[in-house]
């Protein structure tokens, strides 16, 4: 095993020239960082509760990516680029405010 994968394998990051496959740590983030995968620390992220019916929705599209893609992309990854592909459409405050109105709505 060269440096450059051992340095790499304690730091859970590799790069292409490394000897070794990489291996993610389950329930972990990393993006790629020119040729290699970086850990995305923790305080990066933000904790948001979100209802039933959404995670089902990010459990779908993930579901969609994982046949397209042939890999299982991580759940925070996916809801990510949900929320800001969401942000591009021109009526998103329109449907945000149609939300509350059937969550908040008296029975």
Known sequence: MNQN???????????????????PLKG???????DHWELV????FSKVVISD????????????????LGERP????VASA?????????DVTERVRKHGARVFQPR
């Open 41 to 44: 620390p923790p305080s990066e």
């Open 82 to 90: 949900m929320l800001l592909a969401a942000v591009e459409l021109s």
């Open 53 to 68: 019916a959404a995670m089902d929705a990010v459990k779908r599209v993930r579901g969609d990516v994982t046949r397209l």
């Open 5 to 23: 994968a051992i340095q790499n394998k304690d730091s859970n990051t590799t790069s292409e020239d490394s000897t070794e496959e990489f291996v």
């Open 74 to 77: 991580d759940l925070s990854m």
């Open 28 to 34: 972990r983030l990393y993006q790629w960082v020119g």
